[in-house]
């Protein structure tokens, strides 16, 4: 990309790309893939000389100081414009400014003004940023959390430990659930009654018990007073060229990435499926490919409660255990969204909250339901597992 001016890009403008075709864009699309779990090139990064700039941002927060962010803003934005004045700089390079360009865009909407009002002539680049890894034209919860550099040279908004703690429980889900597409993959590709598909199927389980690590540190060192009153006015969405595009949002934590093959793909109601639908342009390429592959397909659960209704002869015990798979694998998605309903109905509740809706444009009601959906799926699997096993 280097030695492309980015305003030249091919379609660079609103939302996301499609992606790419041909022998050159499978080259690129590998590129980009990679680039997004490049996680410690990304963090290395300090493209716009902005570790002392960015470590003020707590205190001008912390004072609500209009000017001084603005002031901020616009030195940002004249260095992004001149590093990027001869083309863009690699795809890592380009997560790294988008990451500290949004730092300070999500401060200024904080306090009361559309960012893009203080520096307009930031929004072709972010429009090209965006496009340079297929993603929205503004950060994301991955800049946030998985691409911000640990240690001292990590980007808060406050200086409030239990903003850390929060980035921290995101960062580390990341990692396994990104990888859990790989084994939803292959667990598509295999025969319930297979000898491997439970074994498979654990393995995925053990993939999901990290988000069960996280909820429970967030829930013992995060109040949710302090989540919805401080931390949720900086997840607000902002405006780049007349489209609002929501703030770095847990809920866009691809927990989704399960679910699907699991039994979110025929077996969904209507208000999470378009939740899903919402999310989507906040997703990782490969994560949108992985909706695109399965969205249309016949869960694992249907798989199994079929194939047990068909009759078990003779697969009786590789039937049951597979279901017995799920059962524990829909178990533990259970386990973790009852106990982060329990916080987010405090950080929610009529006396603490600021906002009616989540950071990721859902209400609490929606939390309810897809626990209910996960829930019914889990008895599903209780009652195969009894029939497979008679
Ligand atoms: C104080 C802490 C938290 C609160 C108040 C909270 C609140 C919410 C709310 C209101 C939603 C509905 C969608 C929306 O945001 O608009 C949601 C969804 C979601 N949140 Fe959180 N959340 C918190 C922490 C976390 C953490 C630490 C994780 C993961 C590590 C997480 C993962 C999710 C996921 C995956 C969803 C999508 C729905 C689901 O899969 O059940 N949340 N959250």
Redesign the pocket.
């Known amino acids: 990309m280097r030695g492309r001016r980015w305003h030249e890009l091919k379609g660079a403008g609103r939302g996301i790309t499609q992606g790419n075709s041909g022998e050159q864009g499978r080259v690129l699309t590998a590129t980009i893939t990679n680039a997004h779990y490049d996680i410690e090139a990304i963090q290395a990064g300090d493209p716009l000389r902005a570790d002392a700039l960015l470590a003020r941002l707590p205190e001008l927060n912390g004072r609500a100081d209009r000017p001084a962010l603005a002031a901020l803003a616009r030195d940002l934005s004249t260095r992004a414009l001149a590093l990027t004045a001869d083309g863009l700089p690699s795809p890592t390079t380009g997560l790294a400014v988008m990451r500290d360009l949004g730092m300070v865009l999500g401060s200024i909407k904080r306090h009361g003004t559309e960012p893009l009002t203080v520096v307009p002539e930031l929004t072709p680049l972010l429009h090209a940023l965006g496009q340079q890894t297929d993603l929205v034209p503004r950060d994301t919860v991955q800049h946030y959390t998985s691409w911000n550099p640990p240690g001292e040279r990590r980007r808060t908004y406050t200086d409030d430990e239990q903003e850390r703690w929060?980035q921290d429980?995101?960062r580390?889900?990341f990692p396994a659930l990104s990888a859990s597409l790989s084994i939803s993959d292959a667990l598509m590709e295999l025969d319930p009654a297979d000898a491997r598909f439970a074994p498979t199927a654990d393995r995925l389980e053990g993939m999901v018990r990290p988000?069960l690590e996280?909820?429970d540190?967030?829930t013992s060192r995060?109040s949710?007073v302090f989540?919805?009153q401080t931390?949720?006015p900086y997840f607000e969405e902002i405006d780049v060229d007349g489209v609002d595009y929501l703030g770095p949002?847990?809920?866009?934590?691809?927990?989704?990435l399960v679910?699907l093959c699991l039994w979110a793909c025929d077996r969904n109601g209507p208000e999470?499926n378009a939740?899903l639908e919402e999310s989507l342009i906040y997703a990782l390429p490969d994560w949108r490919a992985f909706w695109a592959r399965h969205v249309s397909g016949t869960s694992l659960v249907t798989r199994l409660e079929q194939r047990i209704g068909a009759g078990t002869e003779g697969k009786q015990e590789s039937l049951a255990r597979s279901a017995e798979s799920l059962a524990l694998l829909l178990r533990t998605l259970k386990t973790?969204?009852g106990r982060?309903i329990g916080?987010?109905k405090?950080?929610?509740a009529d006396q603490v909250r600021l906002y009616d809706?989540?950071?990721?444009?859902?209400?609490?009601a929606?939390?309810k339901r897809?626990?209910d959906l996960t829930r019914e799926n889990e008895t599903i699997m209780h009652a195969a597992t009894r029939r497979g096993r008679p």
């Open positions: 929060l429980a995101v580390d889900v988000m996280a909820i540190s967030v995060v949710p989540f919805a931390m949720r949002a847990a809920a866009q934590v691809p927990l989704w679910d999470y939740f973790f969204r982060h916080i987010a405090k950080a929610y809706y989540g950071s990721g444009g859902a209400p609490i929606l939390l897809v626990l």
